[in-house]
């Protein structure tokens, strides 16, 4: 089975940086889009950085500038670089993907999220 592990969330203070990873693992043939999506309290889950298989991205207005998003093809994950953080980042941040495994359909995975709390 494919799974996505998160790692890098933490306490930061505002104007902060820190670095989302995200590895996939299992039985993958091959990954198209990767992602990050967010979820702050009493919100919706929301889109915060995308990249396709040929590193074209795509950010939320709200991080654009702030974030960069990247990925090791070799090493199937993929990376959220987040620095000027604010309050309004605070979120439990998921990982996302679009991966074929041994049969050729291509399914969603998500990770199990990771908290980020950007405060003093």
């Known amino acids: 089975q494919v799974q996505l592990v998160e790692s890098g969330g933490g306490l930061v203070q505002p104007g902060g940086s820190l670095r989302l990873s995200c590895a996939a693992s299992?039985?993958?043939?091959?990954?198209?889009?990767m992602g990050w999506y967010r979820q702050a309290p009493g919100k919706e889950r929301e889109l915060v950085a995308t990249?396709?298989?040929?590193?074209?991205?795509n950010y939320a207005d709200s991080v654009r500038g702030r974030f960069t998003i990247s990925r090791d093809n070799a090493e199937n994950t993929v990376y959220l670089q987040m620095n000027s953080l604010k309050s309004e980042d605070t979120a439990v941040y998921y990982c996302n993907a679009h991966i074929m495994g041994l049969r050729p359909y291509v399914y969603e995975y998500w990770g199990q999220g990771t908290q980020v709390t950007v405060s003093s």
């Open positions: 990249i396709t298989s040929g590193d074209s991205t």
């Open positions: 299992g039985s993958i043939s091959s990954i198209n889009v």
